[in-house]
């Protein structure tokens, strides 16, 4: 008996659905995504077992760095910077602080921390990018008090940022090795100002919140 043929075909899938999806997913991935800001300094913030989140937008940040400068040498204390993720509110901001030239302006805006004295920012903000790369991490916002002024540098900054925005929120984070009394100066110039409610950002310590949650069973 003779074998009989059985006709090859090729087999067809259309990709056009899984093609699709991963449209989808990806826009979805790129519309829901928070791109990481730039940091002058590193700061390992230290860990908690709480883990209520900071708001993303109307956030004014206050980082406060280690105790080592960019040098590595000890400062005796931590410096502080700003970020503020606002561009047109920030430009409001800057306003209200410093004068600048329009060139300045444009450049202080897109930096996305701020941290210089303001007797220096005019000169920091017309030198290269990479010159201010270098330079911020060695200055700061200055929390001394300026004579014949009621504010410091550092609260007129807060008080800027709060008369642009009334509902602005105040984060502050530092590094699990900054001086405790650099941040403790920074606590007591927001109570000065009245400014008693803000966030602490730290990291999720995951073996002291599953202990805490133990003891409360």
Request: proline content about 6%; cysteine-free.
């Amino acid at each position: 008996m003779g074998k009989v043929k059985v006709e090859k075909k090729d087999t067809f899938i259309d990709m056009t659905p899984m093609s699709d999806v991963m449209t989808l997913l990806l826009t979805f991935f790129m519309l829901t995504s928070t791109f990481v800001k730039s940091e002058p300094v590193k700061v390992n913030t230290p860990g908690s077992v709480s883990d209520m989140k900071v708001p993303e937008n109307g956030v004014l940040t206050i980082l406060v760095s280690p105790e080592k400068g960019a040098n590595g040498k000890p400062t005796g204390e931590g410096q502080v910077f700003m970020s503020y993720d606002n561009t047109h509110e920030l430009a409001q901001i800057v306003d209200m602080v410093a004068s600048l030239t329009p060139e300045q302006k444009k450049t202080f805006v897109s930096e996305s921390t701020f941290g210089v004295p303001l007797d220096q920012l005019g000169a920091y903000l017309s030198k290269s990018a990479k010159a201010r790369s270098e330079e911020l991490p060695k200055m700061g916002i200055p929390l001394d008090s300026i004579e014949g002024q009621d504010m410091t540098e550092f609260q007129q900054w807060v008080n800027a940022a709060r008369q642009v925005n009334p509902k602005v929120r105040i984060a502050l984070k530092s590094d699990a090795n900054t001086p405790y009394g650099t941040v403790k100066k920074v606590m007591s110039e927001l109570q000065d100002m009245d400014e008693s409610h803000y966030y602490m950002i730290t990291q999720l310590d995951a073996k002291k919140a599953a202990e805490a949650a133990s003891k409360e069973n």
